[in-house]
Structure formats: C-alpha cells, structure tokens
C-alpha cells in the first residue's frame, strides 16, 4: 500500500481501505491536512486509521479492525462527511 507500493503495516486483524476522490479537497487543492495516523482510544473495534496514500486528488485510508465486519457507507451534506457503520456482532 501507499505510493511506493511497499507493505504498511496496519494494527489490528482485518483492514478496511477506504478510497476517496476529490471530496478530500479544499479551495486551494491542499487536500487533507490533518493527522495521517490515528490511534482511537474512544472507540472498541478500531485499532488504527492511517492515510497510505494521497496522491493526484485521491486519498486512501487503511483502517485496522479487530476483526472483519459487514459495514454500509453512507455521504452526507451539512457537514459534509462521509460515515462507515460496522455491523458489528453483539454477544448474547
């Protein structure tokens, strides 16, 4: 993954990529600028969330799941976001 092509190494036992065009960018074609590797601590399933490419209007996101999931994508307008639901399995 990533430009080089060259393995990532991403925490966490499943990986969910997530490629995104345009929409990344803003006005001034700066594209994102935010952190590129994230830890959450606030979630349960999500292990890592890292940008492995940003390159000629797209960016792509690895996120590390602690296992595979179904999951929908939904886009949404004011704010603009994009919002990933993992189906995840409850125990009884």
Excluded: C, K
């Excluded at 952190?35 to 399933?45: A, L, M, R």
């Amino acid at each position: 993954l990533g430009e080089s092509n060259e393995p990532v190494d991403i925490a966490g036992n499943a990986i969910l990529l997530v490629r995104m065009g345009m929409w990344m960018q803003d006005m001034e074609f700066r594209g994102y600028t935010g952190p590129t590797q994230i830890f959450p601590t606030n979630v349960d399933h999500i292990r890592e969330m890292r940008m492995v490419d940003n390159w000629e209007g797209m960016s792509v996101w690895a996120i590390g799941l602690d296992d595979d999931y179904p999951f929908t994508v939904e886009v949404y307008d004011g704010p603009p976001r994009l919002v990933i639901d993992l189906q995840v399995r409850e125990e009884p």
